[in-house]
T-cell receptor, first 115, second 115 residues
């Protein structure tokens, strides 16, 4: 079964610091990759996605992620975080199969940005 | 365009009681999903429906049943609630089925407590 690992469970950064959150997945087939964000008390929102093409994808709010197929990784980055980026971040993967696109989520990384 | 809506927002049940969580989407999506979110465990898929008239088990289906009432609506039923089902439940939908996976759009969630 495929799995998704997010190694950083809780990250604390000062405003303006750079961010990189790790995501690794276990499946070697053709996958789609996503990062979702959940602000306190809210539902999940899509930050960015990778289906194919340029492995460096840009999302909303200045976030980007790089797909490195050889490392089974899809790390999330932001050059300068803001206090409003405080949230929980989830990496997710689904397989390209002929059936519904079931997502497998990582356990999440809680980001706390301090002023 | 409301996206994905869920009712109720909050619910407290006693052990053994039953209830149905409602979900509806107005995006004409084919696929719908139910997840539960527990601290430190990310989101886990309970059941999904690739298309109207079909449902399949996900990772943690025990204790739950679902109904895909029509293309818009997908309900989750707890027949005999247990404290282990205390969680936040999210419904999601995605546009397609078939060879390509699609991002999922999430509802606001239902916070369920079973005492």
């Amino acid at each position: 079964a495929q799995s998704v690992s997010q190694h950083n469970h809780h990250v604390i950064l000062s405003e303006a610091a750079s961010l990189e959150l790790g995501c690794n997945y276990s499946y070697g087939g053709t996958v789609n990759l996503f990062w979702y964000v959940q602000y306190p008390g809210q539902h999940l929102q899509l930050l960015l996605k990778y289906f194919s093409g340029d492995p460096l994808v840009k999302g909303i709010k200045g976030f980007e992620a790089e797909f490195i197929k050889s490392k089974f990784s899809f790390n999330l980055r932001k050059p300068s975080v803001q206090w409003s980026d405080t949230a929980e971040y989830f990496c997710a993967v689904n397989l390209r199969t002929g059936t519904a696109s079931k997502l497998t989520f990582g356990t999440g990384t809680r980001l706390q940005v301090t002023l | 365009n409301a996206g994905v809506t869920q009712t109720p927002k909050f619910q407290v049940l006693k052990t053994g009681q039953s209830m149905t969580l409602q979900c509806a989407q107005d995006m004409n999506h084919n696929s719908m999903y139910w997840y539960r979110q527990d601290p430190g465990m990310g989101l886990r898929l309970i059941y999904y429906s690739a298309s109207e008239g079909t449902t399949d088990k996900g990772e943690v289906p025990n204790g739950y049943n679902v109904s895909r009432l029509n293309k818009r609506e997908f309900s989750l039923r707890l027949e005999s609630a247990a404290p282990s089902q205390t969680s936040v439940y999210f419904c999601a939908s995605s546009p397609g089925q078939g060879a390509l996976g699609y991002e999922q759009y999430f509802g606001p969630g239902t916070r369920l407590t079973v005492t």
